[in-house]
């Protein structure tokens, strides 16, 4: 069964930081196109980063791009989103998702398997 866990949202003030891991259950992690993808109250689903199978390839919507970075660390099946200079619109249900056909997607319906979310908080 595959999973996808989600650790490290929480409460940080505006300006902060946090660090996010997505532990994946994945046999074939390092075939796997990983991205990270957001939800707040009264809001769609939107795409944050992503980084293909291989990790040589990163995207990263507009509004984080110079703050946020993604990266994977295959023998430990992970994925790792770090983000400095939090906003308050950052705030949101922070998910991880990963795709099988390895290439960097944007659109999370190409995404077959999700975790649970973790939740981030900014104060500002």
């Known amino acids: 069964q595959v999973q996808l866990v989600e650790s490290g949202g929480g409460l940080v003030q505006s300006g902060g930081s946090l660090r996010l891991s997505c532990a994946a259950s994945l046999r074939t992690f390092s075939t796997y196109a990983m991205g990270w993808f957001r939800q707040a109250p009264g809001k769609e689903r939107e795409f944050v980063a992503g980084i293909s199978r291989g990790g040589g390839t990163t995207d990263y919507t507009d509004s984080v791009k110079g703050r946020f970075t993604i990266s994977r660390h295959k023998a430990k099946k992970t994925v790792v989103m770090k983000m400095n200079s939090l906003r308050p619109e950052d705030a949101a249900g922070y998910y991880c998702?990963?795709?099988?056909?390895?290439?960097?997607?944007?659109?999370?319906?190409?995404?077959?398997?999700w975790g649970q979310g973790t939740q981030v908080t900014v104060s500002s």
């Open positions: 998702a990963a795709d099988y056909t390895g290439s960097l997607q944007t659109a999370a319906m190409r995404y077959e398997y």
